[in-house]
T-cell receptor
Framework: GAGVSQSPSNKVTEKGKDVELRCDPI?????LYWYRQSLGQGLEFLIY????????KSGLPSDRFSAERTGGSVSTLTIQRTQQEDSAVYLC??????????FGPGTRLTVL | QKEVEQDPGPLSVPEGAIVSLNCTYS??????FMWYRQYSRKGPELLMY????GNKEDGRFTAQVDKSSKYISLFIRDSQPSDSATYLC?????????????FGTGTRLLVSP
């Protein structure tokens, strides 16, 4: 079946601009996660949505970052006033309530 | 101290070798344990998923969890050059069940022909 999809696959933006990254999870998955991965680094947790519960936003690095999940499905990660240190691959994953999260291909963000 | 510790490698082995990859962790609440494989410039791919302690086998891959020692392992039998990738362990769990995934930093594996 279809996996997790993310768009765009690549995004180049100028410092100070806002960007929106989209994630389409696997149908029926109640949990959705955003992570980011800088070059040669591990995965950094950003935010976690589980069903109708309040999201776990404890990983968002600053108030420039926000995410929403509409209708328990599609999620958008928004970065306002982008900075060069925001350059990374942003990964989305989804899972059932019992785990086994599956990742999308990621969005490679470059801030000039 | 990080919640999950993983040797970054690289681990270099000849084709056909048995590979052992390991992670240790500090949070006794973790109940769900996963191994992911990540090729360069790709998203992580779920390889193995286990709940609580014990072993799980899938083809050439075996995952082991020892909760008493807070230690998990992934064994790869008859390793192939195509197994060359970064292997990430991940864990989850708490009082309310499955929660956010906490990852190790990954071990880079190189299998030479």
């Amino acid at each position: 079946g279809a996996g997790v999809s993310q768009s765009p696959s690549n995004k180049v933006t100028e410092k100070g601009k806002d960007v929106e990254l989209r994630c389409d999870p696997i149908s029926g998955h109640t949990a959705l996660y955003w992570y980011r991965q800088s070059l040669g680094q591990g995965l950094e947790f950003l935010i976690y949505f589980q069903g109708n519960s309040a999201p776990d936003k404890s990983g968002l690095p600053s108030d420039r970052f926000s995410a929403e999940r509409t209708g328990g499905s599609v999620s958008t990660l928004t970065i306002q006033r982008t900075q060069q240190e925001d350059s990374a691959v942003y990964l989305c994953a989804s899972s059932t309530s019992s785990g086994g999260a599956r990742f999308g291909p990621g969005t490679r963000l470059t801030v000039l | 101290q990080k919640e999950v510790e993983q040797d970054p490698g690289p681990l270099s082995v000849p084709e056909g070798a048995i590979v052992s990859l390991n992670c240790t962790y500090s949070n006794s609440a973790f109940q769900y344990f996963m191994w992911y494989r990540q090729y360069s410039r790709k998203g992580p791919e779920l390889l193995m998923y286990t709940y609580s302690s014990g072993n799980k086998e899938d083809g050439r891959f075996t995952a082991q969890v020892d909760k008493s020692s807070k230690y998990i392992s992934l064994f790869i039998r008859d390793s192939q050059p195509s197994d060359s990738a970064t292997y990430l362990c991940a864990m989850s769990g708490g009082n309310t069940g499955f929660q956010k995934l906490v990852f190790g930093t990954g071990t880079r594996l190189l299998v030479s022909p």
